[in-house]
Structures are given as C-alpha cells and as structure tokens.
C-alpha cells in the first residue's frame, strides 16, 4: 500500500520495503584448474549464498565438477574435483569463470543510492548487480544440451548419475555428473552430461550427437530418473 518501490533497466523490482536482494558479490577466473584446493568466497557461513559457473576453454573430456560448502574457518568455500585418478587430463587448460552471490553489497559507492537495514548493514546500491535469472535448463536425459547465442552461466549443482560396465569385465563404473556451461566466445552450450566425476579408470571420450553429448563407455545406456532443473544467467552482465 506504501513504501519504496524501484525497479531496474529490464523493470524487474529492484528494492522495496525490506529487500534483501541477492547480488553479484564477486566474479572470480580460473585460467588453469588446481584440483581439490580449497577457495574461499569472502561470504560467511550462514549468509544466503548461490553459484553459477562456466567454462571459457578446456578439454571437454576433462571437465571437473565444481562443489561449494561451508567450512571451520567461517566462510563459505567451492573447490573443483574430478575423481580418485590423478592420471586422468590436463587440468592446466581448463580456463573457468565462477560467479558469487549473496544477499548483500560489498562496498559503499563514493556516490549514488544506497540502503541500510535496521542493523545499519548495506543491503544494496546503485552499483549493485542483482540475481537475474534468464532461464531454466531443463533435461531429464543425461547428456542433454542446449546450445544458446550469447554468454551464460549455469547454477552449480548435481544433475545426474550414470553407471556402465567398465573394461574389466563385470565391474561396474559409476560417474556423477554436474550442470555446466561451456562458452566459445559466441554461443553456450548449457548441459547436465559433461563436468564429471568418477571412479577410477573410468573416464572415456565425449562427442556429439545431435542435442546429446555421449561418453564412448555407455553406449545406449543412460539414468534418466531425478534430474533437476537449473537456473542460468547472462554472464555479460556481470562481467
């Protein structure tokens, strides 16, 4: 009925009474994957906290997967990881573009708008990107892609399992798969079949076939049962 009310260049609600907007709180580049190292986001434990990811360059039969969580030392913390298989790609052309976000602003503009909470906490101001999504990658078989013109980033998350008889006979591999968004510089490709991780000695080679990416090890075998949806954004924009 009364109060404040904006809203952005696209004329979505930007702030109202008591907003909390998530927003970009930092975009971080990896040129080269170290594996299993611990990064740390800034954000602490306990604040609302989201991942989007994208792959610039790589090895598409290398992708690692991308976990966060919360850790001892207070902040929340994302790390990439590949399998028990040290042996297995160069991990060094991986070139990835992570994007985090929480619901606060990270510094005070020299001049502008600004909005404070009861706490005297900075909620948001004019410099703030706030979370837009685009869309919603959704495929309920995995290996499923979505080619888009344009630059995007897809939420970090589990999208699937898969499991295949390895080479040895009667033993039985297991992979678990991520979303991820591989962008050449022109167009996306949104996927729920290609970041992996697996068990030893059980990684293959990865091509196209139409709308699918198919691992040389399944054949025509592939787990289809609760696979999520997942959120993009326009990576232009924060960037």
Not at 70 to 93: A, I, K, M, P, V
Not at 148 to 159: H, Q, R
Not at 175 to 195: H, I, P, Q, S
Request: aromatic share 16%; proline share 3%; with cysteine.
């Amino acid at each position: 009925m009364f109060g404040l009310y904006l809203e952005d260049e696209y004329g979505h609600p930007w702030a109202t009474d008591f907003t909390k907007n998530m927003q970009l709180v930092a975009m971080r580049e990896h040129n080269g994957v170290q594996l299993d190292s611990f990064i740390d986001t800034g954000v602490a434990n306990g604040k609302p906290f989201i991942l989007f990811w994208q792959i610039v360059s790589g090895d598409l039969n290398h992708i690692p997967r991308l976990f966060y969580r919360e850790t001892d030392n207070g902040n929340w913390q994302y790390f990439f990881t590949q399998g028990r298989d040290g042996r297995l790609g160069n991990y060094s052309s991986v070139h990835t573009r992570v994007f985090i976000f929480s619901d606060y602003a990270t510094h005070l503009p020299k001049y502008g708008v600004a909005f404070w909470d009861e706490n005297n906490n900075l909620l948001a101001t004019n410099e703030s990107r706030l979370l837009r999504i685009e869309g919603t990658f959704t495929g309920k078989t995995l290996g499923k892609r979505i080619e888009l013109a344009g630059n995007y980033a897809i939420c970090a998350g589990w999208s699937g399992s898969m499991g295949f008889e390895n080479a040895a006979p009667g033993y039985i591999s297991s992979v678990e798969f991520d979303f991820a968004a591989y962008y050449n510089g022109r167009t996306t490709v949104l996927t729920n079949g290609l970041a992996k991780y697996s068990d030893d000695d059980s990684w293959g080679h990865v091509s196209v076939s139409g709308d699918m990416f198919v691992w040389q090890e399944t054949g025509g075998d592939r787990w289809s049962a609760d696979i999520p949806d997942a959120p993009y954004i326009n990576a232009a924009e924060y960037i």
